[in-house]
Nanobody
């Protein structure tokens, strides 16, 4: 069973500041054979993918809204992946969820962390 847990949120930061979120993956992170991602859900809006790292190539994908400001990385030894957020804006506030996607029974399966809230004040 794969379990994810976010840390680093639960904070209020000023606009322009930086914050790093971490997601610890229980078990071997190498078992996640599709990819790892971070999703953002702003108040009253749908959950959206902001950053993704491919398990096989290590290639990263970022949403247009965060390009040049956010980055995603992973540490297999720590079984943890990260979201580095720089130059934060008020619209970056909301709940951040980490996600792991793997092949499962001929299809795919998603695992989610419980979410962590980030507040960015103007």
């Amino acid at each position: 069973q794969v379990r994810l847990a976010e840390t680093g949120g639960g904070k209020t930061v000023q606009s322009g500041e930086s914050l790093r979120l971490a997601c610890e993956v229980s078990g071997k992170i190498e078992s996640i054979d599709i990819g790892l991602g971070w999703y953002h859900q702003a108040p009253g809006k749908v959950r959206e993918l902001v950053a993704f790292i491919s398990s096989d190539s290590g290639a990263t994908t970022l949403a247009d809204s965060v390009k040049g400001r956010f980055s995603i990385s992973r540490d297999n030894l720590q079984s943890t992946f990260y979201l580095q957020m720089n130059s934060l804006k008020p619209e970056d506030g909301g709940v951040y969820y980490c996600n792991a996607k793997r092949m499962y029974s001929g299809g795919t399966r998603d695992y989610w962390g419980p979410g962590t809230r980030v507040t960015v004040s103007a």
